[in-house]
């Protein structure tokens, strides 16, 4: 059975930084392309980004480009957004996902999905 488990979420002020953590279990995590996904109130669920299994290639919406970095580390099971700079309208909560090998940003791509953890920016 699969499950993320993302934390690291929290209340923040605009320009401050968190680092979500996503713990895999259940799946071969070392094979899998991992993202990041927000969804904010009364909008649909948007790619943040993703990172490939072997870490070589990385992936950004240009929203967040230059502000948050994906990482992982195989060897913990383990992915991590850094986020930097943050801006309220970053304010969303925030799902990981795993999908087999290649990269994906669109939401339908990844068939496994953490609980979410919610971040919120103030200004």
């Known amino acids: 059975q699969v499950q993320l488990v993302e934390s690291g979420g929290g209340l923040v002020q605009a320009g401050g930084s968190l680092r979500l953590s996503c713990a895999a279990s259940g799946l071969t995590f070392s094979r899998y392309a991992m993202g990041w996904f927000r969804q904010a109130p009364g909008k649909e669920r948007e790619f943040v980004a993703a990172?490939?299994?072997?870490?070589?290639?990385?992936y950004y919406a240009d929203s967040v480009k230059g502000r948050f970095t994906i990482s992982r580390v195989n060897a913990e099971n383990t992915v991590y957004l850094q986020m930097n700079s943050l801006k309220p309208e970053d304010t969303a909560v925030y799902y990981c996902a795993a999908r087999w090998e290649t990269l994906g940003e669109h939401p339908n791509q990844y068939p496994y999905w953490g609980q979410g953890t919610q971040v919120t920016v103030s200004s």
């Open positions: 990172i490939t299994w072997s870490r070589d290639i990385t």
